[in-house]
């Protein structure tokens, strides 16, 4: 199950007390104190596990603690250092202060770690006290406590190109055709409700990730449907690809899907992106809705379009900076431009 948001307890552990005690032996005239200082109790540290793709480890369990260290012995000897606890999270995760909302840590990258909580210090012991003007002192110190926060964790999933498109535009068609993710595909709205990220090979060398997520609906960005829960997992991707279904009208899915991802974040609307019109095997007007389309970034219609080819865009010398780096039409069914929409994903990201 995928499970991208939790909220859990942890604690540090508390420090080991000092210890109280004084040599006895046989033949020791001045024995004197030597009681050992406490263990430190362990830290609560956060790493990135690279297995890992989902918080559902998380589940039914929401108290997390550090040990405690252990108390001081005689013969001054020091208690044991309370275990760390280590806290294994996808990479992608955001841990949040669930009571302030403050982010206290991004683990976006694979190597990260993050000392979340430090343990208590030991306590020291008797013979810590030791002086000229008190030779057997009979107290020592307490460990001090460990630390607790109640926390909130949200994964984002890290992904070079994210799908943006309505429900059965066919992004679940595209990204398996391209990748190796299998989501599940059919002819009916909805069929994806977790994203799903996939590995896109250009050739031996060279490959990028591609997240798809779920359909995105009118009002997703006020909460409507799932927008909310999934519109989060593309604010990491460093190129959106929009897909726009072939058999309706481009034109306005791509203006009220813009409109959506503007109202979310207004990063968003400035990522770089392209735009795919799919479904071509089997649309109708295609001419008339490739240049629709370029008529909403106030592109002139060239007289030789080929919609069967990839379309560049060039700022005209007007106020638009932020235009599509390409528009292709693709079939995921008869393989239509899938090779070339492969490459232009990898330059688009290379020129990033």
Do not use: W
């Amino acid at each position: 199950m995928f499970i991208d948001s939790a909220d859990i307890f942890v604690a540090s552990g508390n420090g080991g007390a000092g210890a109280v005690s004084f040599r006895r032996e046989k033949f020791v005239i001045q024995g004197g104190p030597d009681g050992g200082d406490g263990g430190k109790g362990g830290d609560v540290v956060l790493c990135v596990d690279n297995n890992a793709d989902t918080l559902s480890n998380f589940r039914g369990k929401k108290h997390h603690k550090a040990q405690h260290g252990a108390p001081g012995g005689a013969r001054r000897c020091t208690g044991k250092n309370g275990a760390n606890l280590i806290i294994k999270v996808p990479l992608g995760t955001q841990v949040f202060n669930y009571e302030s909302g403050e982010l206290l840590a991004d683990l976006d990258s694979p190597s990260k770690e993050v000392l979340l909580l430090k343990g208590g210090k030991g306590g020291l012991g008797n013979s810590r006290f030791k002086n000229a003007s008190n030779q057997a002192p009979t107290y020592a110190q307490k460990g001090l406590p460990g630390a607790s926060l109640h926390l909130r964790l949200e994964l984002k999933l890290i992904a070079d190109v994210g799908l943006v498109g309505y429900p059965n535009a066919g992004k679940s068609s595209l990204i398996s055709t391209l990748s190796n993710a299998r989501p599940e595909v059919a002819n009916y709205e909805f069929t994806t409700l977790t994203p799903h990220l996939g590995v896109v090979e250009v050739d031996e060398l060279r490959s990028f990730v591609m997240a798809d997520i779920p359909g995105i609906i009118d009002g997703a960005s006020q909460g409507k449907g799932l927008g909310l829960e999934f519109l989060k997992h593309i604010e990491r991707t460093k190129f959106l690809l929009f897909v726009l279904d072939g058999l309706k009208d481009p034109s306005t899915q791509y203006s009220h899907l813009a409109k959506e991802l503007a109202s979310f974040s207004a990063d968003l609307s400035t990522r770089p992106f392209g735009i795919i019109i799919s479904k071509i095997d089997v649309a109708q007007d295609l001419f008339s809705k490739f240049a629709a389309l370029l008529g909403s970034f106030a592109q002139p219609i060239p007289q030789d379009l080929d919609i069967s080819k990839p379309i560049l865009l060039e700022s005209n010398g007007a106020d638009l900076p932020h235009l599509p780096h390409f528009i292709l039409g693709v079939s995921s069914v008869a393989h239509t431009n899938i090779k070339s929409l492969t490459f232009l994903l990898h330059k688009a990201l290379q020129d990033i």
